[in-house]
């Protein structure tokens, strides 16, 4: 469900409150999906067959002067979780049923995504390459984690094709949520250079475990580091 009315998850603010949207109405929160069904759909002023009124979700420019709906807290729940500590446990009874050497936990993605336009056309040339059409941005930090309770650090993986359908391989959900605050620019991949317009958004979700993502190494030579180096932090 999307609720931008909550301000804080367990005590962390959340970035997507807002009380008013951008075409004067006020937010509600609206059931997105209920046990796997579609129930709902972010709305505004812009007339759609069916729906009579806009639920204020109307965030950001769209096309021809219309404005574009941009969920604010997306809340992420499951009927049935199981505590985070057992997470990696259930991944390496899978990884050892399915006799691998090794799973793989993904930690951040680069959400928003500061890739260049050479990085874009090569994750296109690769999706095409292997007939997909559809794809994460790519992980920023993940592992190997082996049987023997040792991680290796993974670097230069990019998802192949991911869309929707992947969300019915997830076997489990954790019973604790994290939150995610991001600037929002309503691209795909969320793309920093896409556009100046943006908005505020947050996802509360818990740790899945999937039965099989396909993962593939990045084709070339991965991104140069910055030529200078950050600048100080609190005076250090």
């Known amino acids: 469900m999307d609720d931008p009315s909550q301000k804080v998850f367990q005590g962390q603010p959340l970035a997507g409150q807002y009380d008013v949207d951008e ?11 209920n046990k796997g069904i579609l129930k709902g759909f972010l709305l505004t002023r812009q007339p759609v067959r069916n729906f009579h009124a806009s639920n204020g979700h109307a965030r950001l420019p769209g096309a021809w002067g219309a404005e574009l709906p941009v ?6 729940t499951a009927a049935e979780t199981v505590p985070e500590s057992q997470m990696r446990t259930k991944l390496m009874e899978k990884v050892k049923a399915a006799g691998l050497k090794y ?24 999706l095409q390459k292997g007939g997909s059409t559809r794809s994460l941005t790519p992980p920023l930090i993940a592992y190997r984690v082996y049987p ?28 604790r949520s994290f939150v995610l605050n991001y600037q929002n620019n309503g ?25 099989s993502v396909d993962l593939d190494r990045a084709q070339g030579d991965g991104a140069k ?12």
């Open 23 to 33: 075409e004067g109405v006020p937010t509600g929160r609206v059931t997105l999906v």
């Open 71 to 76: 969920f604010g807290n997306v809340f992420v």
């Open 103 to 126: 799973g793989v936990v993904i930690r951040r993605l680069d959400f928003p995504s500061t890739a260049d336009v050479e990085d874009l056309q090569a994750l296109a040339a690769q």
């Open 148 to 175: 023997d309770g040792h991680d290796e650090l993974v670097r230069g993986l990019r998802f192949k094709d991911f869309s929707a359908k992947d969300l019915r391989d997830v076997d489990s959900a954790s019973d």
């Open 187 to 211: 691209n795909s991949f969320n793309w920093l250079n896409a556009t100046a317009a943006a908005t505020s958004s947050s996802v509360i979700c818990p740790s899945l475990l999937f039965d």
């Open 225 to 236: 580091p910055p030529i200078v180096p950050p600048p100080p932090v609190d005076g250090q």
